[in-house]
């Protein structure tokens, strides 16, 4: 079975850094989609960054776009996230999803993740 578990979420100042990671484990194939989502309070779940095998640039939203940088290692089957200039904006629980289909992260929707994490929270306060 597949299993997602996030970590490095945590309480920081506006302006700092973050580097949010995401251990996949239960299958065995190289090529999938893989992405970080956020769900801020009253808010639904929505696309941060993701990557996939279509090639060209990662998907990133455009709050994210500029500040936030998302990199994986295969052989560990982890991906990263790496937030810079944080804003209380960015406040919410970090989830990490994954689709199985090796182009299906384009997009990076909510609705095409087959996989979730638990999430981990950020929040981004003085």
């Known amino acids: 079975q597949v299993q997602l578990v996030e970590s490095g979420g945590a309480l920081v100042q506006p302006g700092g850094s973050l580097r949010l990671s995401c251990e996949a484990s239960?299958?065995?194939?190289?090529?999938?989609?893989i992405g970080w989502f956020r769900q801020g309070p009253e808010k639904e779940r929505e696309g941060v960054s993701c990557i996939d095998e279509r090639g060209g640039s990662p998907y990133y939203s455009d709050s994210a776009k500029g500040r936030f940088t998302i990199s994986r290692d295969k052989v560990k089957k982890t991906v990263y996230l790496q937030m810079n200039n944080l804003k209380p904006e960015d406040t919410g629980v970090y989830y990490c999803?994954?689709?199985?289909?090796?182009?299906?992260?384009?997009?990076?929707?909510?609705?095409?993740?087959?996989?979730w994490g638990k999430g981990t929270p950020v929040t981004v306060s003085s």
């Open positions: 239960g299958f065995s194939m190289v090529d999938y989609g």
């Open positions: 999803g994954l689709v199985l289909n090796p182009y299906g992260a384009s997009l990076c929707l909510p609705g095409g993740m087959d996989y």
